[in-house]
């Protein structure tokens, strides 16, 4: 049988989690309709979607139940190293993993390999060192783990530009020769030259470019299926939260609760809801109340996707810290205008007043829920609504994403 042309590792192909599993899926689904039938594979351990280019490792459910029995490892192992045990996206991965030896044998079938967040001891660095030593690697760079001794999110902390995760501070003491040795390892393995790194974040594209000696850094933005622009009546007030990953500190959720409670008040708007964490900001007793909200729950098919963003037309996204998140790309695909606070990774797409609104995060609350009142009722709105849809257009496609990826290969 001849090799596929790219082979995926990835935890998950869709589901709960955030981002990168589904922009993972994108990019397959893409490369799949590009390059022809049998030409990528991608091999996850846990299986949601019925598509003949997904494999799970193990047959049978074992590769869930294996990669969970992992991530519980590197939950307790986080526990018992972090000096902050709430802190989040911490990958241990020195333990080899149970399923390193066929994640080995699903790299040989692919003449070059994709992986992406490959935490939780999903894979071990061990494993991922033994792959490139001679496969042309893609590696994609959605957030700082590659560039850091663990963390996914820094916060912060610059230990890993400053003296390369020597002395990691979100480690007790006695354990900080893991972040190190990561560390090492990491860099050791960036820098060779069968291997590409590519980031949906102009940010962590430049900030790649100043850490690494490799040159084959990329960036390329993540992609989507655009359909048609679908007219919107902006006489209706209606505006979307999507509470994925409260848990995070990153995504700001007892700003956003707030902010919230004061746009209940306003008995003209239409507040919806979805994502796994829609009960942390929900009021008790909401239906009871009679109050102006729809909760969509967690959402998995792109037309409930489409129909949540066509219902909001105004997306409020409150996060600290992000890169390239899926929220704006998807809104503006879909016509929905972003209320962001400006920041590095907002200001990437987003232009204020043009395709989009940046608050200041130095703003109270009140002054924030002034300042989105005071956006909603804007007169230029529909137009601002065609800039973010044209903008999505030539920057988000799915098929601009997989020819830029199809590039890479050899």
């Known amino acids: 049988m001849n090799k596929y042309d790219l082979v995926g590792l990835i935890p998950k192909d869709k589901g ?33 979607l019925n598509k003949n280019f997904i494999n799970t490792i193990y047959p049978f459910g074992i590769s ?25 996206h911490f990958s241990f991965n020195l333990i080899p993993s149970l399923l390193d030896l066929k994640l080995y044998l699903a790299s040989k079938k692919g003449r070059n390999l994709y992986i992406h967040w490959i935490g939780n001891n999903f ?16 590696i994609k760079f959605a957030d700082y783990w590659w560039l850091t001794g663990g963390c996914h999110y820094p916060s912060n902390c610059n230990q890993f530009e400053r003296n390369q995760c020597i002395d990691c501070p979100a480690v007790k003491k006695n354990f900080r020769w893991i972040p190190q040795i990561l560390f090492k390892i990491k860099s050791h ?9 590519i980031s949906p974040s102009k940010h962590l594209f430049n900030t790649s470019k100043k850490l690494t000696r490799n040159k084959k850094i990329f960036y390329i933005a993540n992609g989507m299926e655009i359909g048609d622009y679908i007219q919107r009546d902006y006489n209706k007030l209606s505006i979307g939260v999507i509470s994925q990953g409260f848990d995070d500190p990153r ?11 004061l746009l209940l ?17 929900l009021p008790i007793n909401y239906r009871k109340l009679k109050l ?40 503006m695909s879909n016509g929905s205008i972003i209320i962001a606070f400006d920041n590095y990774f907002t200001r990437e797409h987003i232009i204020n007043n043009h395709n989009g609104f940046l608050l200041s995060d130095s703003l109270s609350n009140y002054e924030l829920f002034l300042k989105i009142l005071e956006i909603i009722k ?33």
Not at 251 to 261: P, Y
Not at 380 to 406: D, G, L, T, V
């Open 189 to 197: 393995i960036l820098n060779k030259k069968n291997v590409n790194i």
């Open 251 to 261: 995504k700001n959720f007892r700003q956003v609760k707030n902010i919230i409670n």
């Open 292 to 331: 102006n909200i729809n909760n969509f729950g967690f959402l998995k098919e792109e037309m409930k996707i489409k129909e949540f963003y066509y219902k909001s037309n105004y997306i409020l996204f409150l996060s600290k810290q992000d890169n390239s998140p899926n929220q704006i790309m998807e809104a």
């Open 378 to 410: 804007n007169p230029h709105n529909k137009k601002i609504s065609m800039n973010a849809y044209e903008y999505s257009k030539s920057q988000f496609s799915e098929e601009m994403m997989a020819y830029e990826y199809s590039k890479l290969l050899k």
């Open 64 to 88: 869930k139940f294996v990669y969970l029995k992992m991530a519980l490892i590197s939950k307790i192992i986080n526990i018992l190293i972090l000096k902050n045990n709430s802190k989040s």
């Open 123 to 138: 894979a071990s660095i061990w494993l991922i060192y033994v792959i490139t030593l001679r496969k042309n690697l893609l």
């Open 265 to 281: 008040k306003e008995s003209e708007l239409t507040i919806n809801l979805c994502g796994n964490s829609t009960k942390m900001i």
């Open 16 to 48: 709960k989690g955030g981002g990168a599993w589904l922009g993972t899926f994108r990019l397959f689904s893409g490369l799949n309709k590009l390059l022809g039938k049998d030409k990528v594979k991608l091999y996850v351990a846990i299986k949601n």
